[in-house]
């Protein structure tokens, strides 16, 4: 019996594709190809024997046909679900899509996000500033607060978007006035390095793709500022002056009443400043550089009438402030302007800034008194007030409004 010779090319039709046979020389040597396609990939096996490479060419079009027969047997449900992968993959690869989650999420471990949080702090307070330690706990809170039992990986970017776009103040005196941009910036910061905390040091987010966090919206910063006239700021310190003197309002509410209206300083360094560091009669008023925001110290001019004021508060020692100046404000602000007035959020520091721009003209100058760059202060504060009112706003004292 004669023995036809195999031909090739060689191909085999199977309901999946083409196995195709190719036979080619090497060199000296001669080889013959197995060749077909899965889910979009090739594949290619060599083979010397030729009698081999075609039965391993049956063989993988026998496997073909199989996958067919167990396309076949797949359920509605499985097969609605399998047409959903595709479209959502514009075309590409289904196998390379479950590889890829596959890879992605394998060992990542299921946190919460206060665990997150609690983590990111932990580093954090290895060698960060208490400064930023402090404002990073307090942002944490709002965080937790709206997302703390929840999953990170669970969370998705358009809740962290509409959260920061909703987000309102926290604190006891404020609460439920909107952020502002700033604050919503600072908090979108927070939470991008909370995520990438949880991403690459704890293993809660896949590591070879984008988390939630990234490229987080930038949100526009209102600047706008609240400025008291001189007119207001007299019957402000004059309701505080009557009520400290029936005893209603502590002495220590006036005198730091005072001191940021004539010096802005911040709430944060006046709950810090000693009274040792009023130095009246040096007319300065020492900041220490480890009690201010900027870690740089400054001295605050003490005017004329702010040291009338301190006059009437007859305390030389110990912290200014003895409890929240917070918890007296909008009854002082309704008080003195009316029962329909806000005490304005940090009115009295845009006060000062605003009249002593007013007053010298000279931003390195404020920029020194007040702790904000140069570029803030003529950004914002050169339009909020004239000369003229700058002089009757220093010159408040306790005969002028009495």
């Known amino acids: 019996m004669k023995i036809e010779p195999l031909s ?3 191909v085999i039709k199977t309901a999946l594709g083409a196995v195709r046979v190719y036979r080619g020389q090497n060199g000296e040597k001669i080889e013959h190809v197995v060749h077909w396609s899965i889910a979009g990939r090739r594949k290619r096996e060599k083979f010397a ?3 081999r490479a075609v039965a391993r060419a049956e063989e993988v079009a026998a496997d073909l046909n199989k996958g067919r027969l167990e396309r076949a047997s797949m359920s509605p449900a499985d097969i609605a679900e399998f047409r959903a992968a595709k479209v959502l993959l514009a075309g590409g690869s289904l196998l390379k899509a479950a590889e890829f989650f596959v890879e992605s999420n394998a060992g990542v471990s299921q946190k919460t996000v206060k ?7 932990s580093e954090l307070s290895i ?10 706990k307090s942002k944490h809170l709002f965080i937790t607060q709206e997302f703390g039992d929840r999953t990170i990986s669970s969370i998705t970017r358009d809740e962290i978007v509409s959260f920061l776009k ?3 103040c926290r604190p006891k005196h404020f609460r439920g006035r909107a952020l502002s941009g700033k604050s919503r910036n600072n908090l979108a910061n927070t939470f991008t390095a909370v995520w990438n905390h949880a991403q690459a040091r704890m293993g809660a987010l896949p590591k070879n793709i984008p988390h939630a966090a990234m490229e987080l919206p930038t949100f526009e910063e209102n600047q706008e500022k609240s400025v008291y006239t001189p007119d207001e700021l007299g019957k402000l310190l004059e309701y505080t002056r009557l009520k400290t003197l029936s005893g209603e309002i502590p002495k220590w509410v006036l005198a730091a009443l005072a001191i940021k209206a004539f010096t802005g300083i911040r709430t944060a360094e006046l709950e810090r400043l000693q009274w040792e560091d009023v130095r009246v009669e040096s007319q300065s008023i020492l900041l220490h550089r480890g009690l201010t925001k900027t870690k740089e110290g400054r001295r605050l001019p003490i ?3 702010l040291a009338e004021w ?7 020692s110990g912290r200014i402030t003895e409890g929240s100046f917070f918890d007296y ?3 002082i602000a309704t008080g003195a302007l009316g029962g329909d007035a806000k005490w304005g959020h940090n009115a009295l520091r845009h006060s000062f800034i605003s009249y002593a721009m007013a007053e010298c003209g000279n931003a390195a100058l404020v920029s020194d008194q007040s702790g904000n760059s140069i570029r803030m202060i003529k950004a914002v504060y050169q339009t909020l007030a004239v000369p003229e009112d700058a002089c009757k706003y220093f010159n408040t004292n306790p005969k002028g409004v009495a």
């Open 310 to 316: 301190l006059a009437l508060c007859s305390k030389t």
């Open 127 to 136: 060698g960060g500033s208490d400064r930023h330690k402090t404002s990073t």
């Open 49 to 51: 024997d030729a009698g």
């Open 115 to 121: 665990e997150a949080c609690d983590h990111h702090y």
């Open 8 to 10: 090739f090319p060689r």
């Open 166 to 168: 909703t987000a309102c």
């Open 303 to 305: 005017r004329p009438a």
């Open 329 to 331: 404000t909008q009854t």
